[in-house]
């Protein structure tokens, strides 16, 4: 039988404790967003922010360009922020206009309040393998909800499924760490299934709809699906065919209702933990 690991639990119960935290804290928590242009996928995700940040009692402070503003007015809205006392962390929606320098705007951004990783200085210390500050919240979340099941990492065969660097990189430090065996794939790979079908555990962020299905794993094996795009349908889902594994895996994570449904609660998090 097919185990599926939903994050419901794990919300509800980080959740709690996250408004624990707020509710002892002297000033009231705030994230500072910085947003450029109409792009849909932006809107959503800030709606999305609000609503836990509503939960959790902290507030939102977005701050809204056009799509024609200069690059340097972003850095002068990020000096701001990174003297702003009051800001407990800072996030900058991408991708960014072709006119902005993405890597000037990450050298820019406090190390200290990039509760995204995107600074290079807190990317370098993931990659190196210190885990103890801000990580790339897709390969945190992933972790934290095959934790939360109780699945062990150490000795096993894993296998991740993108090597970007903020999904497939840092996934792989976190999975190291604890002394698991890793494998990465990528477009270059020639032959997923050989490594795939051997594996214990597979993450997978290719953002491929429905496209593994039941030959891709072996009977006992765990899947956590960090991707998300649509399919011929039209509606939103992760890299593996739900059904086709359904009774043939040891067990996955849904898309809706996995992943994607604690990371804003870890970005969240990072700006509580500010004030602590």
């Known amino acids: 039988m097919t185990k599926i690991l939903y994050a419901k639990d794990y919300v509800e119960k980080k959740t709690r404790d996250l408004v624990g935290k707020v509710e002892k804290l002297k000033d009231k928590p705030i994230i500072s967003i910085i947003r450029v242009g109409e792009d849909y996928g932006s809107l959503a995700y800030l709606k999305g922010i609000k609503k836990s940040a509503e939960k959790l009692g902290v507030s939102v402070d977005v ?7 200069s690059q340097e007015e972003i850095l002068d809205c990020l000096k701001d922020l990174n003297q702003d006392k009051k800001v407990g962390g800072i996030l900058v929606f991408r991708p960014l206009p072709e006119s902005i320098d993405e890597d000037m705007i990450s050298l820019a951004l406090d ?6 990783c995107m600074n290079p200085i807190n ?4 990659y190196s393998g210190h885990l103890d500050g801000f990580i790339p919240l897709a390969s945190k979340a992933a972790h934290e909800l095959l934790g939360f099941y109780g699945y062990e990492l150490r000795g096993k065969d894993v296998v991740v499924i993108n090597h970007s660097n903020v999904v497939g990189k840092p996934l792989a430090m976190i999975l190291l760490s604890e002394l698991a065996t890793v494998t990465v794939c990528h477009v270059g790979t020639r032959d997923l299934r050989k490594h795939t079908k051997s594996a214990d555990i597979i993450f997978t962020a290719m953002g491929r709809a429905e496209t593994l299905d039941e030959t891709y794993f072996k009977e006992d ?3 956590i699906d960090i991707g998300t795009s649509k399919n011929k349908e039209g509606k939103y889902r992760g890299d593996i065919d739900e059904e086709a594994v359904m009774g043939k895996i040891g067990a996955f994570s849904p ?3 996995g992943i994607g449904s604690i990371t804003n609660l870890l970005l969240l998090e990072n700006v509580i933990n500010y004030y602590l």
């Not at 990317?123 to 993931?126: D, E, F, G, M, N």
């Open 221 to 223: 094996a765990v899947v």
């Open 63 to 69: 701050n809204e360009f056009k799509e024609d503003v």
């Open 255 to 257: 898309v809706p209702g």
């Open 111 to 116: 190390p200290e309040k990039d509760i995204d």
């Open 123 to 126: 990317r370098a210390k993931v």
